[in-house]
């Protein structure tokens, strides 16, 4: 029997992404609460409707009726209209652990948010490449919203 031993760098990930909106603070706050609860989709935009209890210790996560689910994490942090931080395995059934981070700043024109997300665990390499594209069609999603209030 073979095994191998992996490296600290295929053990880990980070991604860190930038989104300028023309919004106010708490208007953005609020629709990225939105994107990633009820109306949360696939980058094709399948609906996935999730729960986001945006309080210390809520959950995210995907329920599908009749107790069944898939719990993806759990609110670390919030600071209203500036942080959310969400810690859990996310959408991977594999031993990961992630940390997600949206921080909100008003800048000229709006609101920057900064996202990052660091994952330590078995990430398989077709999910690596994924959720860069992932992540971006949320925060794109966020962004189209409000500009298409406007």
């Known amino acids: 029997m073979s095994v191998t031993t992996p490296t600290l760098e295929g053990l880990t990930f980070t991604l860190a992404q930038e989104v300028h909106v023309r919004a106010t603070l708490a208007v953005t ?3 990225l609460l939105e994107q990633m609860g009820p ?17 210390p210790g809520g959950r995210w996560f995907r329920d599908l009726g ?7 994490g759990q609110v670390q942090a919030i600071e209203r209209p500036t942080l959310l931080e969400i810690t859990g395995p996310l ?10 981070q949206y921080r909100l ?5 709006g609101t920057l948010i900064t996202f990052q997300h ?8 077709g999910y690596r490449e994924g959720l860069g594209r992932g992540w971006m069609a949320l925060l794109e ?9 406007r």
Do not use: C, Q
């Open 141 to 149: 999603r966020v962004r189209r919203r409000l500009e298409a209030v």
């Open 91 to 100: 959408f991977m059934s594999y031993p990961v652990v992630s940390n997600v």
């Open 105 to 109: 700043k008003e800048v000229e024109g």
């Open 118 to 125: 660091s994952a330590l665990g078995f990430i398989p390499d």
């Open 66 to 72: 009749g107790g069944n689910g898939h719990f993806w």
């Open 29 to 31: 706050f609020d629709a």
């Open 39 to 55: 109306a949360n989709e696939t980058p094709d935009g399948t609906p996935i409707p999730m729960t986001l209890e945006p309080w």
